[in-house]
Protein backbone atom coordinates (compact mmCIF):
# COMPACT_ATOMS: atom_id res chain seq x y z
CA UNK A 1 0.00 0.00 0.00
CA UNK A 2 1.08 3.36 -1.07
CA UNK A 3 0.57 6.00 1.69
CA UNK A 4 0.87 9.01 -1.05
CA UNK A 5 -2.72 7.87 -2.55
CA UNK A 6 -1.33 6.28 -5.75
CA UNK A 7 -2.95 3.25 -6.99
CA UNK A 8 -1.89 0.53 -9.07
CA UNK A 9 -3.51 1.06 -12.26
CA UNK A 10 -4.73 -2.55 -12.83
CA UNK A 11 -6.38 -2.07 -9.18
CA UNK A 12 -8.62 0.99 -10.45
CA UNK A 13 -9.44 -1.25 -14.08
CA UNK A 14 -10.53 -4.01 -11.29
CA UNK A 15 -12.24 -1.78 -9.29
CA UNK A 16 -14.33 -0.98 -12.03
CA UNK A 17 -14.68 -4.79 -13.82
CA UNK A 18 -16.13 -5.07 -9.97
CA UNK A 19 -18.86 -2.46 -10.71
CA UNK A 20 -19.40 -4.25 -13.92
CA UNK A 21 -20.58 -7.34 -12.13
CA UNK A 22 -22.65 -5.85 -10.04
CA UNK A 23 -24.36 -3.68 -12.73
CA UNK A 24 -27.33 -6.04 -14.38
CA UNK A 25 -26.96 -4.64 -17.76
CA UNK A 26 -23.57 -6.48 -18.06
CA UNK A 27 -23.99 -9.06 -20.62
CA UNK A 28 -23.43 -12.62 -19.10
CA UNK A 29 -19.90 -12.97 -20.77
CA UNK A 30 -18.54 -9.59 -20.09
CA UNK A 31 -19.60 -10.44 -16.19
CA UNK A 32 -17.64 -13.41 -16.42
CA UNK A 33 -14.68 -11.90 -18.38
CA UNK A 34 -15.07 -9.31 -15.65
CA UNK A 35 -14.71 -11.32 -12.56
CA UNK A 36 -11.83 -13.34 -14.38
CA UNK A 37 -10.13 -9.75 -14.16
CA UNK A 38 -10.99 -9.07 -10.56
CA UNK A 39 -9.50 -12.38 -9.52
CA UNK A 40 -6.51 -12.06 -11.97
CA UNK A 41 -6.12 -8.72 -10.20
CA UNK A 42 -6.30 -9.79 -6.76
CA UNK A 43 -3.78 -12.16 -7.12
CA UNK A 44 -1.57 -9.94 -8.62
CA UNK A 45 -1.75 -6.79 -6.75
CA UNK A 46 -3.97 -8.04 -3.80
CA UNK A 47 -7.42 -7.51 -2.58
CA UNK A 48 -6.77 -3.90 -0.57
CA UNK A 49 -5.25 -2.72 -3.32
CA UNK A 50 -8.31 -3.11 -5.46
CA UNK A 51 -9.83 -1.45 -2.64
CA UNK A 52 -8.05 1.28 -3.25
CA UNK A 53 -8.68 1.27 -6.36
CA UNK A 54 -12.22 1.30 -5.62
CA UNK A 55 -12.08 4.50 -3.22
CA UNK A 56 -10.02 6.04 -6.23
CA UNK A 57 -13.01 5.52 -8.81
CA UNK A 58 -15.69 7.06 -5.84
CA UNK A 59 -13.20 10.04 -5.58
CA UNK A 60 -13.41 10.16 -9.41
CA UNK A 61 -17.18 9.68 -9.79
CA UNK A 62 -17.58 12.00 -6.69
CA UNK A 63 -15.69 14.97 -8.24
CA UNK A 64 -17.29 14.58 -11.74
CA UNK A 65 -20.91 14.60 -10.23
CA UNK A 66 -20.03 17.64 -8.47
CA UNK A 67 -18.23 19.55 -10.76
CA UNK A 68 -19.53 18.47 -14.37
CA UNK A 69 -23.22 16.82 -13.59
CA UNK A 70 -24.11 14.92 -16.75
CA UNK A 71 -27.48 17.10 -17.38
CA UNK A 72 -25.83 20.38 -16.26
CA UNK A 73 -27.78 20.41 -12.86
CA UNK A 74 -24.63 21.03 -10.52
CA UNK A 75 -25.44 18.78 -7.27
CA UNK A 76 -24.96 20.34 -3.83
CA UNK A 77 -22.52 17.69 -1.98
CA UNK A 78 -24.09 17.77 1.18
CA UNK A 79 -27.76 18.66 0.14
CA UNK A 80 -28.17 16.01 -2.67
CA UNK A 81 -25.32 13.85 -3.67
CA UNK A 82 -24.01 12.44 -0.25
CA UNK A 83 -27.27 11.79 1.49
CA UNK A 84 -28.75 10.04 -1.81
CA UNK A 85 -25.91 7.44 -2.04
CA UNK A 86 -25.94 7.05 1.71
CA UNK A 87 -30.08 6.59 1.95
CA UNK A 88 -29.33 3.85 -0.71
CA UNK A 89 -27.23 1.42 0.85
CA UNK A 90 -29.36 -0.20 3.31
CA UNK A 91 -31.01 -1.73 0.07
CA UNK A 92 -28.11 -3.82 -0.62
CA UNK A 93 -28.55 -6.44 1.81
CA UNK A 94 -24.63 -7.05 2.22
CA UNK A 95 -23.90 -3.87 3.50
CA UNK A 96 -22.46 -3.39 6.79
CA UNK A 97 -24.33 -0.68 8.55
CA UNK A 98 -21.23 -0.01 10.38
CA UNK A 99 -18.98 0.85 7.81
CA UNK A 100 -21.36 3.82 6.17
CA UNK A 101 -19.60 6.36 8.08
CA UNK A 102 -16.05 5.39 6.45
CA UNK A 103 -17.71 5.65 3.12
CA UNK A 104 -19.01 8.79 4.15
CA UNK A 105 -15.78 10.29 5.04
CA UNK A 106 -15.01 9.14 1.79
CA UNK A 107 -17.52 10.83 0.08
CA UNK A 108 -16.65 13.91 1.98
CA UNK A 109 -13.33 14.07 1.08
CA UNK A 110 -13.50 13.86 -2.54
CA UNK A 111 -16.55 16.56 -1.85
CA UNK A 112 -13.92 18.43 0.02
CA UNK A 113 -11.61 18.10 -3.47
CA UNK A 114 -9.05 15.84 -1.56
CA UNK A 115 -7.24 12.34 -2.48
CA UNK A 116 -9.57 10.08 -1.65
CA UNK A 117 -7.11 7.41 -1.43
CA UNK A 118 -4.89 8.85 0.93
CA UNK A 119 -7.70 10.30 3.29
CA UNK A 120 -8.26 6.77 3.41
CA UNK A 121 -5.28 5.24 3.53
CA UNK A 122 -4.69 7.10 7.18
CA UNK A 123 -7.00 4.52 8.79
CA UNK A 124 -5.36 1.75 7.61
CA UNK A 125 -6.04 -1.54 5.54
CA UNK A 126 -9.53 -1.71 4.63
CA UNK A 127 -11.54 -4.48 5.29
CA UNK A 128 -13.57 -6.63 3.48
CA UNK A 129 -16.96 -5.54 4.90
CA UNK A 130 -16.03 -2.02 3.82
CA UNK A 131 -14.56 -2.78 0.16
CA UNK A 132 -17.83 -3.99 -0.19
CA UNK A 133 -19.33 -0.96 1.04
CA UNK A 134 -17.36 1.41 -1.12
CA UNK A 135 -18.08 -0.77 -4.18
CA UNK A 136 -21.82 -0.69 -3.80
CA UNK A 137 -21.06 3.05 -3.46
CA UNK A 138 -18.94 3.26 -6.80
CA UNK A 139 -22.43 1.39 -8.20
CA UNK A 140 -24.89 4.12 -6.84
CA UNK A 141 -22.47 6.75 -7.92
CA UNK A 142 -22.20 5.53 -11.68
CA UNK A 143 -26.00 5.03 -11.53
CA UNK A 144 -26.74 8.17 -10.47
CA UNK A 145 -24.32 9.21 -13.20
CA UNK A 146 -26.55 7.33 -15.59
CA UNK A 147 -29.57 9.08 -14.60
CA UNK A 148 -28.53 12.13 -14.42
CA UNK A 149 -27.45 11.33 -18.17
CA UNK A 150 -30.94 10.07 -19.05
CA UNK A 151 -29.10 7.28 -20.71
CA UNK A 152 -27.90 3.79 -19.25
CA UNK A 153 -24.36 2.57 -19.89
CA UNK A 154 -22.99 6.12 -19.96
CA UNK A 155 -20.45 5.92 -17.75
CA UNK A 156 -19.57 2.58 -18.72
CA UNK A 157 -18.86 3.71 -21.98
CA UNK A 158 -16.92 6.84 -20.34
CA UNK A 159 -14.69 4.55 -18.07
CA UNK A 160 -13.90 1.69 -20.60
CA UNK A 161 -12.83 4.82 -23.50
CA UNK A 162 -10.79 6.27 -20.66
CA UNK A 163 -8.85 2.54 -19.88
CA UNK A 164 -8.38 2.23 -23.52
CA UNK A 165 -7.09 5.42 -23.85
CA UNK A 166 -4.85 4.74 -21.06
CA UNK A 167 -3.54 1.15 -22.91
CA UNK A 168 -5.47 -0.76 -20.19
CA UNK A 169 -6.86 -3.04 -22.41
CA UNK A 170 -9.97 -5.80 -21.61
CA UNK A 171 -8.52 -9.55 -21.57
Known amino acids: MNS ?8 VRAAWDAYRVLEKRTP ?9 RVRAAMDS ?11 FLVGVLTGYLIAEPPGGDRLDPL ?3 IPAVIRKL ?10 VPMATGVLMAAAMGMDTVAWRDRFGTIGPK ?14 LF ?7 G ?3 QLMRGTFEAMGTEEN
Open 4 to 11: DGVVVDEA
Open 90 to 99: PSFESADPEQ
Open 79 to 81: NDL
Open 28 to 36: AQERRKAQQ
Open 130 to 143: EATVHGFVLWLLAD
Open 45 to 55: VGREEVSRGTV
Open 146 to 152: DTLAEKP
Open 154 to 156: TID
